[in-house]
């Protein structure tokens, strides 16, 4: 078993017999990785994956918190806090009926193969279709099935790619887990700026060019953390790019069905050198424990990534629920389901913006779909001392600092929003409260 698996089965257990207890604040990072006597990255990805099963939550510049039981501390919806931090989807619109059936079915399906180590074929086939309707045209042969997106994305960093290239090049900001990383495994990494309206593509070219990029790691829609996407002509430069340089492209489209956008293409779409490695999740359409992953390979990359995967750590029975989910049409209707509901809650958090915000005080990215937006603040804003505010006043946010490598130097500040959890009746009571505590601070001393 993974270290991390066992970490994590051990924290459970512990948080499910009471010894750690709702609302207790769990060891640090580095304190548990002395615990356990592993990385901090290990630990890092244990809390990630605990946080998505809603056993713990984070609290910035303080640490992981237990989650208290339903009933154990909020009388009322009124009492709890807002929360704008959380990246995990709304529990209240999983389709728990829906996929306890699946999983029955699926039981009863593919009761053979369930006791086989090998990956479920018949998943890979029908993801085939399920992906052409995201314009991502696939062999079978090409999927791989993954723990989560994470799992892809730890294994790409590692593996030797064709080029002989070594360096990796992020969006600054990006997915934070992703950067604690890539540093902690000490691996070259550098950065370029990605803003609310993209990427400086000649700045891209650059990179590409002189260096030695082994790949590029872009979110080309509903960034983590602005929300923004990248526009059609910025996606098929990128494409080019990589085709003329030798650079590879990682594509993490993990909220690809959260969006009302309509003929989104990738990059991989634009891809015509097989220099793009597709990536999906369904942790944000189904259920964070799914961790039921989609990468979708170049030929040249194949079998360096299996090689590296060594063994599936894939449930085949998730992977078999999935399928007839998918298969039945559940899957689609769910999508449009929760897509309507998130987009509902942009809507709401953009007209308390544009309610109680000033421009001059708060630029807040554009945002009409997914969940998150960004918020840039005044440079003499104290991020630390914000969040502890806002959190007194039981609103609940992440600042930005973290979405950056640690040695990056041209850090905006901002806030990240996400409205996954956040109640839509009272978005509008915490963005006021966000509003006033930035005015309050830009009027403190530096």
Do not use: W
Request: aromatic content about 10%; proline content about 5%; charged content about 30%.
């Amino acid at each position: 078993m993974k270290k991390y698996l066992s970490i994590l089965s051990d924290m459970e257990q512990k948080i499910n017999d009471g010894q750690y207890r709702p609302g207790q604040k769990l060891p640090s990072v580095r304190g548990a990785a002395k615990l356990y006597g592993c990385s901090t990255a290990t630990i890092v990805r244990a809390y990630a994956e605990l946080e998505k099963r809603h056993a713990i939550y984070p609290i910035s510049q303080s640490g992981y918190y237990v989650v208290e039981k339903t009933g154990q501390k909020f009388d009322d919806k009124e009492s709890e806090p807002i929360d704008f931090s959380s990246p995990s989807p709304d529990s209240s619109v999983f389709p728990y009926m829906d996929f306890r059936h699946c999983l029955i079915k699926a039981i009863d399906t593919y009761k053979h193969q369930l006791f086989t180590t090998k990956s479920l074929d018949k998943l890979r086939h029908t993801l085939v279709s399920h992906l052409e309707s995201g314009q991502v045209f696939a062999k079978a042969e090409s999927i791989v099935v993954t723990s989560g997106v994470q799992q892809a994305l730890e294994l790409l960093a590692k593996m030797p790619f064709p080029n002989g290239k070594s360096v990796i090049l992020v969006e600054q900001p990006t997915y934070d887990i992703y950067l604690r990383f890539l540093e902690e495994e000490g691996l070259p990494v550098c950065g370029i700026p990605r803003t609310a309206a993209g990427l400086d593509l000649e700045m891209l070219e650059e990179k590409f060019k002189g260096g030695e990029i082994k790949f590029f790691y872009t979110m080309s829609r509903f960034h983590n953390p602005l929300g923004t996407s990248l526009s059609a002509e910025q996606r098929k430069a990128v494409a080019k790019l990589a085709g003329k340089y030798d650079v590879y492209v990682v594509e993490d489209d993990y909220m690809a069905d959260l969006g009302e956008e309509r003929g989104f293409d990738p990059i991989y779409a634009y891809d015509r050198t097989s220099h793009v490695v597709y990536l999906k999740s369904f942790s944000k359409i189904i259920f964070p424990g799914l961790r039921l992953g989609v990468a979708v390979l170049p030929e040249q990359l194949l079998e360096t990534f299996r090689r590296y995967r060594r063994y599936a750590d894939t449930s085949l029975l998730s992977q078999a629920a999935l399928d007839v989910y998918i298969k039945n049409g559940m899957y689609e209707r769910h999508k449009r389901k929760i897509r309507d509901q998130y987009a509902a809650r942009i809507r709401a958090l953009n007209e308390a913006l544009l309610k109680f915000s000033d421009p001059e005080l708060i630029e807040a990215s554009r945002v009409d779909s997914g969940f998150y937006l960004q918020l840039k603040l005044p440079q003499k804003v104290n991020l630390e001392r914000l969040t502890k505010r806002l959190a007194a006043r039981d609103v609940i946010v992440v600042p930005g600092k973290s979405f950056y490598l640690s040695d990056y130097r041209d850090k905006e500040k901002f806030l990240r929003l996400s409205v996954s959890r956040a109640r839509p009746e009272r978005i509008e009571e915490g963005v006021k409260a966000i509003v006033e505590e930035v005015r309050r601070e830009t009027k403190l001393p530096y």
